[in-house]
């Protein structure tokens, strides 16, 4: 028994072919209708825009007076530059305008000068009046330690003392040319009234060495502190 040739690949696709040519104008006009109605429901029911009144008015417009120009002067002048200084050669003459001319005592006789100033007499102030600055150079010392000390002792209020109470007084000495005390006055109070008054007491007890301005002897003012005090 014979058997039928098979179709090959070849055949099969011409025949493929032919059929998507058979079809073609009925797969064009199936998408135009398609695409016509999808167009016509998207416009039909799609929603509707409004363009938003973007119109304006404008004012009449009205002219500016512009201020009139500046005037601008000119730059002024450039300064000259100063002359450069030349060294004139050795030898070279200067001219008789630009010397100094001579001073000699014919010119000017001795004449014609002013007298010479006074010196004024400077009259010492009164310094014994009240505390002052005095300058000096070498300042008094104490010369009788001992003899002061026991004073302060004895004049020492003996109730204080006993309490234990104490104080420091500031007083002001006047000292003369020979260290001898001419004043006292209180400076600074202990805030007791009897320590004070135990102080100017015990305040003409003291011998001072002479005060020196140079290798002049002078009276000056000095400040001395005197303390109560209780030596446990």
Known sequence: M??????????????????????????????????????????????????????????EIEAVNLPPEIEIPPP???????????????????????????????????????????ESVREDPDIAAAPTFTPYTVAPELANRDEVLAALADAYPRLL??????????????????????????NQSSGLQTLDAAALQVAHVYRFSPAFNRDKRVKVWVQIPITFSVVK
């Open 2 to 59: 014979a058997r039928e040739p098979t179709e090959t690949g070849a055949a099969r696709a011409a025949g493929a072919n032919e059929r998507f040519k058979a079809r073609f104008s009925a797969y064009v006009w199936t998408s135009l209708i398609a695409a016509t109605a999808l167009h016509f429901l998207l416009i039909q029911f799609a929603p509707q825009f409004r363009v938003a009144d973007i119109s304006f008015g404008s004012s």
């Open 76 to 118: 002024p002048a450039a300064i000259p530059r100063p002359a450069t200084p030349v060294v004139a050669a050795l030898g070279a003459e200067i001219a008789e305008d630009i010397t100094i001319a001579p001073t000699t005592f014919e010119s000017y006789p001795v004449q014609a000068l002013p007298p010479p100033p006074r």
């Open 161 to 186: 003392r006993n309490t234990g109470i104490g104080g420091n007084v500031l007083l002001w000495f006047f000292i003369d040319e020979n260290g001898k005390v001419l004043d006292v006055r209180l």
